[in-house]
C-alpha cells in the first residue's frame, strides 16, 4: 500500500474517533439543549392534539425481557443484514 493510502487511512481514523468523541462528549453534557423544549420522537405529530397525553395509554405495552437483550438483538439484526449485503455484493 502507498504511504498516501496509508497516511489517509489515518486521517480517517483520528477525524472520525474526534468527531464520534465529539458527538458522545455533546451527548453526555447535554450542550445545546433547551428543557423548555421537549422534541422527543414523534412530539411533533401529536402538537396539535390538545391534551394528547391523557389520550394515549402509555402503559399497554410492558417489555419482557431487559433493556440489553432488545440492544444485542438490534446489533445482531445488523450485523446479519450487513453479512448479506456483502455477500450479494461479491455476487455481482
Do not use: C
Not at 504511504?3 to 480517517?12: E, F, H, I, N, T
Not at 464520534?20 to 453534557?29: G, N, S, T
Not at 445482531?76 to 443484514?81: D, E, P, Q, S
Amino acid at each position: 500500500m502507498p504511504k498516501s493510502g496509508r497516511a489517509a487511512k489515518v486521517a480517517l481514523l483520528v477525524v472520525g474517533g474526534a468527531i464520534l468523541a465529539a458527538a458522545v462528549y455533546i451527548m453526555v453534557r447535554r450542550i445545546g439543549l433547551n428543557p423548555e423544549l421537549d422534541f422527543g420522537a414523534g412530539a411533533y405529530y401529536y402538537a396539535d392534539i390538545p391534551d394528547y397525553e391523557h389520550k394515549l395509554n402509555w402503559d399497554t405495552y410492558q417489555a419482557q425481557l431487559p433493556y440489553w437483550v432488545y440492544v444485542v438483538l438490534f446489533l445482531l439484526w445488523g450485523a446479519l443484514m450487513y453479512w448479506l449485503w456483502k455477500r450479494i455484493d461479491r455476487r455481482k
